[in-house]
């Protein structure tokens, strides 16, 4: 049995309320791992991520951050943290050349 809208006339489904359904879709509710995962998906398609262990230390760090202040929007956190990066990566290959 699947999850159901509110109201669709299952009244066990709707005695238990979300419940049922907030198990299964945790990462959608949180913040943190979706809005990650938007900014990798995003990097990685545009060939800008770079070292996989470094991104994603990167980006966890940068949303945890954000998330700490008080900001909650996924794709606002997810938008920061490409930012970031690429404000990082474009720092971090400036250093490398002077190196």
């Known amino acids: 049995m699947g999850c159901r809208a509110p109201g669709d ?16 879709f945790v990462s959608m509710n949180q913040p943190l791992p979706y809005s990650i995962q938007i ?4 990097l990685e398609a545009t060939g ?9 230390r ?9 998330i700490r202040t008080g900001e909650r929007r ?3 956190l997810s938008n920061r943290a ?5 404000k ?3 720092e971090r290959s ?6």
């Open 58 to 66: 990167f980006l966890m760090d940068s949303v945890e951050v954000m």
């Open 74 to 76: 996924q794709l606002l």
């Open 94 to 99: 400036s250093l490398e050349l002077v190196s």
């Open 82 to 86: 490409i930012d970031a990066y690429r």
């Open 88 to 90: 990082f990566r474009a």
């Open 39 to 42: 900014a990798w998906d995003y």
């Open 48 to 56: 800008e991520l770079g070292d996989a262990q470094t991104a994603a």
């Open 9 to 24: 006339g299952h009244a066990r489904d709707a005695a238990r309320g979300t419940e049922a359904c907030s198990r299964r």
